[in-house]
């Protein structure tokens, strides 16, 4: 079992910053040994990937958000972090946190966490 929470959502008007966090727990959860993953689900949109990072620290972004967010991870503290930069209005949703596995470099979350809410007002 593992548990996450998520931090850092709020409202923040465009082209501003937001950093979300992480924290992972579990008795039987090995953040190091773990991929690590970001999802966000815009209101009335399925839920999509945004970034996520391997264990050896390898990092996709998707297309819609390279170059303004930026993913990283804290193996000492069991924390995986989205720095988002030059927000804009379709960024808007509940951000998730998700550990997963790859199928070949695709990521796919497996456990998740109860989300943050992102708001960004134009």
């Known amino acids: 079992q593992v548990q996450f929470v998520e931090s850092g959502g709020g409202l923040v008007q465009a082209g501003g910053s937001l950093r979300l966090s992480c924290a992972a727990s579990g008795s039987t959860f090995v953040f190091r040994s773990n991929a690590m993953g970001w999802y966000r689900q815009a209101p009335g949109k399925q839920r999509e990937l945004v970034a996520d990072?391997?264990?050896?620290?390898?990092?996709h972004y998707a297309d819609f958000v390279r170059g303004r967010f930026t993913i990283s991870r804290d193996n000492a503290k069991n924390i995986v972090s989205l720095q988002m930069n030059n927000l804009n209005v379709d960024d808007t949703g509940d951000y998730y946190c998700?550990?997963?596995?790859?199928?070949?470099?695709?990521?796919?979350?497996?456990?998740w966490g109860q989300g943050t809410q992102v708001t960004v007002s134009s």
């Open positions: 998700s550990t997963g596995r790859y199928f070949g470099s695709r990521f796919s979350g497996v456990y």
């Open positions: 990072i391997s264990t050896s620290g390898t990092i």
